[in-house]
């Protein structure tokens, strides 16, 4: 199994649209980076309009690598979804395509054993993205902006907080939030290996899982009670962004944080619970599946 991953890993790195992914995150963050080394003040100050008056702030310390970072990851990973869809959604069908999954089948290989190693691969290049995103958006950012205390804008209610974490109780939350954006872009890759089985090409299942994170998505976002009720718990986009809870910090009844604190992390577990769960669910169906279809090519 372990040269099957190792062949499998290497035809990724043969593929065109793997560098490309990675292109595209190393475009993204350096524009951002860009953009605040040029005017970062006026984003600053949008932000604080409301607090200027009870807030005092050192705008030229609060734009710091970590600040880059969170911002960075805040847009970038609704678009990462689609770059793993890239590989994992060409995982069976590439093979179809070329022709190659029938010749593959008649080697020493169940069929149990090459979805398995198609998912690992994938899992992998998951990591991987993930690893670069971390490189480019958090430690060169650190390099070009320094570090300083990083503040998080959020909106609470119908109420606006920033939150104030310390320098030296940053860098493990960062470390915690790529691991669980890991576990949430596997769900990507499970779903779009999933699709791929039922197609001979891999724009199709590329597409249909870009579509599904896309409808999922607005459906997650829409405040209807019926919806949040009945719907929401159920679709694996609600727990995409569940990473920021890593940055919610936990703070003492007069409102002063707690150092190493996160302020619901029975939410974090129960989401990781069940992005693991749509994981295996959505491995088990694609192994049975699998298992079943004629390969006709």
Not at 206 to 215: E, R
Request: with cysteine.
């Amino acid at each position: 199994m372990l040269r099957l991953l190792q062949i499998e890993l290497y035809k990724i790195s043969k593929r065109p649209r793997t560098y490309i992914a990675f292109a595209a995150i190393s475009a993204i963050v350096f524009i951002f980076q860009f953009a605040f080394k040029a005017d970062g003040e006026s984003y600053m100050n949008l932000m604080l309009q409301n607090v200027q008056d009870s807030f005092s702030l050192d705008k030229t310390k609060a734009i710091n690598g970590y600040f880059m970072c969170y911002i960075i990851l805040n847009t970038l990973l609704v678009q990462v979804p689609i770059l793993v869809a890239l590989i994992a959604g060409d995982a069976i069908s590439g093979e179809a395509n070329m022709g190659t999954l029938r010749l593959i089948l008649t080697k020493p290989v169940s069929r149990t054993e090459l979805i398995l190693v198609k998912f690992l691969a994938s899992f992998i290049f998951t990591v991987m993205l993930l690893v670069w995103m971390a490189i480019m958006a958090l430690f060169v950012s650190m390099f070009i902006f320094g570090v300083d205390d990083m503040l998080i804008f959020r909106v609470k209610g119908e109420e606006s907080q920033i939150l104030q974490i310390t320098k030296d109780d940053v860098m493990w939350r960062y470390f915690a939030a790529f691991g669980y954006a890991a576990v949430a872009l596997t769900v990507i890759a499970a779903l779009a290996m999933l699709l791929s089985i039922f197609a001979e090409n891999s724009i199709g299942p590329i597409i249909a899982t870009v579509c599904i994170v896309i409808v999922c998505t607005v459906v997650s976002n829409i405040n209807v009670p019926i919806v949040e009720r009945n719907v929401k718990p159920w679709l694996f986009t609600s727990y995409l962004v569940g990473w920021k809870g890593f940055f919610y910090i936990g703070t003492t009844e007069d409102g002063e944080p707690i150092k190493g604190s996160l302020e619901n992390w029975p939410a974090i577990r129960n989401s990781l619970y069940i992005l693991i769960g749509h994981i295996i669910l959505l491995l088990g169906i694609s192994v049975f599946l699998f298992r079943k279809k004629d390969i006709l090519s």
